[in-house]
């Protein structure tokens, strides 16, 4: 049952190919920041995903973070998604990131509720 509370935690190892340095966002071999919101969506939707009907996911439309605190590379993150709204197809999460010296970023992450083919059809009319 989609409800309040619904959580769940994504986890990653710091490495090269997820570094600032790699994805273009800058210089530098830490974890990079679209790595950051990457796994605090992939946290979101996993929080979910298992009581959406069937034939549904559901889609990022909205994210406000920060991050706060560099992560170097053998890093552990975890990322946690905690459902705190929902709007109908709206869903309001609480996210954060974490490593093992604390608190890297954090803030709050909205989805909508889609079903896949209806979605799909309109981005690949015809098909």
Known sequence: MLKEGLKYTSRVTVEKSNCASMVGSGGMDVFATPSMVALMENAAMNA???VLPEGSTTVGAEINTTHIKPS????E???????????????LFDVEASDGEGVIGKGTHVRFIVDRERFLAKVYPGK
């Open 72 to 75: 170097g590379i053998g890093a």
């Open 48 to 50: 979910v995903a298992a």
């Open 77 to 91: 993150i975890s990322a946690t998604a905690v459902l705190v709204a929902v709007e109908g197809r709206k869903l």
